[in-house]
């Protein structure tokens, strides 16, 4: 849940909860783009560790990281300019991209560990979830933090 403040006679008069309903106009085209995103992000990762995983032969951990590696510049340059269409600090974007990526990342990871202990070592399904997992948490931390741009009370609904 998120909050918005609301003015009457140009004081603050109070904050209110916000819904889906009530959040920027804004909200359900920058998460149609940011699943757009994804999902071209999705296809060249997963096709990446597929291919090193399956074909190479490679680990999985040297499979991820080349998946992971081409997917997070991917996906940076297009949030930001096409999703969010941020126009904040390059760098301070991209720093915030990068942790929320390596938060993502070690949640995948964890994710990628526990489900390969419990289906076994010829199953792809680890990489999966632990990609599903790596998603949310990109999401949400791409939204409310590495792109997050700070509006002002008079700019909300």
């Known amino acids: 849940m998120s909050f918005r403040r609301t003015t009457a006679g ?11 309903v009530d959040a920027p106009a804004g909200l359900a085209m920058r998460a149609m ?11 060249i990762g997963l096709g ?7 074909w190479l032969r490679w680990p999985d951990l040297p499979a991820n990281v080349l998946g992971y590696s081409v997917g997070f510049l991917w996906s940076y340059a297009l949030n930001r300019r096409w ?7 390059l760098a301070q974007s991209f720093a915030r991209f990068a942790l929320i990526c390596a938060l993502a990342y070690a949640v995948n990871l964890a994710v990628l560990a526990a489900s390969r ?4 070592a010829a199953s792809f399904w680890p990489h999966v979830l632990g990609m599903a997992a790596y998603t949310l948490v990109g999401f949400l931390g791409s939204q409310f933090y590495a792109f997050h741009v700070q509006r002002s009370p008079r700019s909300q609904p």
Request: aromatic share 10%; with cysteine.
């Open 117 to 120: 202990a419990a289906l076994g």
């Open 10 to 20: 140009g004081d603050l008069r109070t904050i209110v909860a916000m819904t889906l």
């Open 83 to 89: 999703t969010f269409a941020h126009r904040g600090p």
């Open 33 to 43: 783009r940011f699943c757009m995103v994804g999902a071209s992000n999705t296809a």
């Open 48 to 54: 990446l560790i597929w291919v090193a995983w399956r």
